[in-house]
Each structure stands twice: as C-alpha cells, then as structure tokens.
C-alpha cells in the first residue's frame, strides 16, 4: 500500500530511483519520508524540490559490492553534493566502513549506510559496533 505521493515523486525526480516511502508513527501518509537514490548533483537537487526527506549518494567509494559501479565520488564530490542542497539529509553509500564513516560527516552528510562490509562479515553486530564508535566520535 503505497501513499499517493510515489506516483508523483516517481515523475518529477528523472534518473533517481524512489528507494523507500516510509511512514512513521505520528506522521501522516499524506506526508510520508520519502527516501531516493541518486549519483548525480543535479539529482540530488531535483529530488529535493520535488519533497524527498532523505537520499542516499553513491558510490562515495569504490564497493566490492558493485565492482565497476561508479565512477567514485570520493569525499569531495560527496561535499559538493551536500552542500548543493541544503536542509535535504544527504546518506553516504558505497564503500563505507569504520575507516571512512567519519570523513563521510566531516564532508557533510547527514548518516552512512553500508552494506558490503556487514553482509560479508562472520560477526556483522562487530562491523556496526565499529562504524557506530567512529561515528560517535565524530559528533563529540
């Protein structure tokens, strides 16, 4: 069940996938945090004015998960893309682990996620426990 705003978000952000429409609690489904994907400036920009809440942008670095998917941001352009669009929680993707996690809030964005790390590791509670302690260091 879908809210009426994917249709529309779909539309008006060209080349962004809408990844998740989330609603929590207290908030209404007519105005639902709408999460999208994107490796481009001018994406980042487009899903802003059209009401995202949050993206996700990548590859910040090069990914096991995806060979050949890119090319890399790096932390610069993850800056650039933070910066052009002020008040949108930009999430860094691709490549993030503890080592990384804090220079990806230092260039500016809001949270990381990652992936490859934690889906190939034995113990993946160690992998977030690691990037969680770096990245309290970072908010001190």
Sequence with gaps: DQPAALPWMRAKVSGARVSTVHTW???SRRRPVVSLDSSATRR???????GAHLVTYSPV???VSKPGYGPSLGLGGLAAGCQAVPGLAVVALGGIDA???RACLDAGAA???LMGDVMRSDDAAAVVRD???ELRGAAA
């Design 111 to 113: 949270g990381v996620a």
């Design 131 to 133: 990037v969680e302690r």
């Design 44 to 50: 980042l920009t487009a899903a802003r004015a059209a």
């Design 25 to 27: 609690p207290g908030r």
């Design 61 to 63: 670095f090069a990914t």
């Design 99 to 101: 080592r990384t996690a």
